[in-house]
Nanobody
Framework: QVQFVESGGGLVQPGGSLRLSCAAS????????MGWYRQAPGKRELVARITSGGSTNYADSVKGRFTISRDNAKNTVYLQMNSLKPEDTAVYYC???????WGQGTQVTVST
């Protein structure tokens, strides 16, 4: 059974940072393209992706501010988020790009 457990979200002021973690079970993250997605009201967006070979891609809206990485030993994917903006507020999820298993997500709120 494939499961993803996201953590690390919270309330942060504009300009702050958060590091999200996604612990996977039932699936080996290093052999899949893994993505971080975010869901805001009426909108779902793929914000970052890391391939099995380690190549990364980012949505224009987060390029230069977010970094996706992977720890193969821990079977965990991370999203380092810097210079956060109010428009980054959303529930963040990770999953294998080609599969449809979703975790519970972690809420990120950027606000004063």
């Amino acid at each position: 059974q494939v499961q993803f457990v996201e953590s690390g979200g919270g309330l942060v002021q504009p300009g702050g940072s958060l590091r999200l973690s996604c612990a996977a079970s039932g699936l080996i993250v290093r052999i899949y393209a893994m993505g971080w997605y975010r869901q805001a009201p009426g909108k779902r967006e793929l914000v970052a992706r890391i391939t099995s070979g380690g190549s990364t891609n980012y949505a224009d809206s987060v390029k230069g501010r977010f970094t996706i990485s992977r720890d193969n030993a821990k079977n965990t994917v991370y999203l380092q988020m810097n210079s956060l903006k109010p428009e980054d507020t959303a529930v963040y999820y990770c999953k294998a790009v080609t599969q449809d298993y979703w975790g519970q997500g972690t809420q990120v709120t950027v606000s004063t």
